[in-house]
């Protein structure tokens, strides 16, 4: 008898966004003549910069020749793109990494899943509420919780609230904690946190022995230069913290599929017994192990984001989800309701109306204006009461929705 992995069967709904995705496949057969506008999941819709693109195709060519081809590469990743990786995103800002302190993955929502691999079961997990939800669904896996309440929490779980009544900054735990998910610029909110909070942060850990897992994947949004960009811009950082970085949305690599964890050599788990062990050493292993390299065609593409050229076309991009951003974030504003984010990060967080909960709000926007987009408590029970945008759609659409949002009873 093949006996399934049960925890599976705690998680209670479905993955958030195929359940956004099925009450819009719905209204949308029933209603053939209305346009939707998805301002909901997170995918971006420029295309690849030209210098991307062109150092795809090269690549490409490339594997086609007999001098030129490449068979399995480096798991780790190629040492052209972890040098440039190591120059422009940490050297740039004061930090000093080595090259075995990168791995280059296939994206960041894979990374901030599996790490949890490389952890006692035992170990408890401190989460933001509300959440990206995958840090919690995986634990939820690996059999590190137990079952949810009727509010959504699942027990073993140690939540941390993000309200207006905190500034959406989290309070330290008041139980003792192994594991603490943080994300700035935030998935949700799209808030972001001080360095001398963040300063905090990293003696707290270093007090409980606690490792943070810092998913930095928005940090490219950042438009206010007090704001950090990476954890290991504070000083001790790297004895107590490994940090998440994406290509997907900064590069548009949604589709492409390249981003890298950085864990440091001076990261220590321990042994049941005490004794120190080299997290780097542990996720090598893992990682050599179930991953076979991201494809040289894809990562000769995101060096190629570090060009000159590369640089201005990727920051051009961005700059046009910004401004996606601030039209939101003053379209709303302008009609009354209660906005957070979308200054250093492409989401916009705000308030629903009424006190419509967030599924409420979802089904009134769908089926009155035809915008979609994410219920707050999808993101966890801090969320209800809330509702997400994405700054990542086209302008045309943007600006579409924000004048059929003023026209909602």
């Not at 192994?178 to 707290?204: A, H, Q």
Request: proline share 5%.
């Amino acid at each position: 008898m093949a006996k399934i992995n049960e925890n599976y069967l705690k998680l209670k709904a479905g993955y958030l966004f195929p359940e956004i995705s099925k009450r819009v496949k719905a209204f949308s057969e029933a209603n053939p003549n209305k346009t939707i506008i998805r301002l909901g999941i997170g995918d971006v819709t420029l295309p690849l910069p030209p210098s991307v693109v062109q150092a795809f195709k090269e690549a490409v060519e490339e594997m086609g020749t007999q001098e030129g081809f490449k068979g399995y590469g480096p798991e780790q990743g190629y040492p052209f793109l972890i040098e440039k990786i190591l120059e422009h995103d940490f050297l740039s800002r004061g930090v000093k990494l080595e090259i075995d302190e990168i791995f280059v993955s296939d994206g960041s929502k894979c990374d901030t899943g599996n790490i949890q691999e490389i952890f006692s079961l035992d170990c408890k997990v401190a989460v933001t509420d509300p959440v990206y939800p995958v840090y919690v669904d995986t634990n939820v896996m690996a059999g590190r919780t137990g079952e949810a309440n009727e509010n959504g929490r699942y027990a073993n779980l140690v939540y941390l609230p993000c309200t207006k009544e905190n500034s959406f900054q989290p309070e330290f735990p008041k139980e003792k904690v192994d594991l603490i998910y943080l994300c700035y610029p935030n998935n949700p909110t799209g808030t972001t946190i001080t360095k001398e909070r963040l300063s905090e942060w990293v003696k707290f850990a270093k007090a409980n022995q606690a490792i943070i897992l810092y998913d930095a994947a928005y940090e490219a949004f950042i438009t206010e230069s007090h704001i950090p960009h990476s954890i290991f811009e504070v000083e001790g950082a790297k004895e107590v913290a490994m940090e998440f970085r994406s290509f997907s949305k900064t590069a548009g690599f949604t589709g492409t599929r390249c981003a890298y964890l950085v864990i440091p050599k001076e990261l220590k788990g321990y042994t049941k017994n005490g004794e120190k062990i080299s997290l780097n050493q542990l996720w090598n292993r893992r990682h050599t192990t179930k991953f076979n390299g991201v494809s040289y065609p894809v990562q000769k593409a995101a060096a190629a984001c570090y060009s000159e050229q590369g640089k201005k076309e990727v920051q051009a991009n961005i700059h046009y989800y910004m401004e996606n951003a601030r039209i939101i974030r003053e379209g709303l504003k302008t009609q009354g309701y209660e906005v957070y984010g979308g200054v250093n990060a492409p989401y916009i967080w705000l308030k629903t109306p009424n006190n419509l909960n967030s599924w409420e709000f979802f089904d009134k926007l769908l089926k009155e204006v035809q915008v979609v987009g994410t219920p707050g408590s999808g993101f966890g029970p801090s969320g209800e009461g809330y509702f997400r945008l994405s700054a990542f759609g086209k302008r045309e659409d943007v600006q579409e929705a924000m004048e059929r949002i003023k026209k909602l009873s």
